[in-house]
């Protein structure tokens, strides 16, 4: 994950912190935590899982509100 992560540092660290964001809310909403794989899934399936890739755009704006409200909308799924 570390790994992952870094990269998407270098392309942008707003997808960083908003993948960061994504992967705190599910491991507290959903009482595990998301692999990798699906976390390159919900980044790159179709557009994007919405919740992601809104927490990258809260990220991007430092959109505090957001990011928190969105922490609530993170869904729990996989596994």
Avoid: H, K, N, W
Wanted: charged letters at 20%; hydrophobic letters at 45%; proline letters at 4%.
């Amino acid at each position: 994950m570390s790994e992952y992560l870094a990269l998407l540092s270098q392309v942008a660290p707003p997808a960083r912190e908003g993948a960061e964001a994504y992967l705190s809310a599910f491991q507290a909403r959903c009482g595990r935590q998301l692999s990798t794989l699906e976390l390159r899934r919900a980044m790159a399936a179709g557009t994007g899982d919405p919740t992601l890739m809104s927490m990258i755009r809260a990220a991007a704006t430092r959109d505090q509100l957001a990011m928190l409200r969105l922490r609530s909308a993170v869904a729990c799924t996989g596994g």
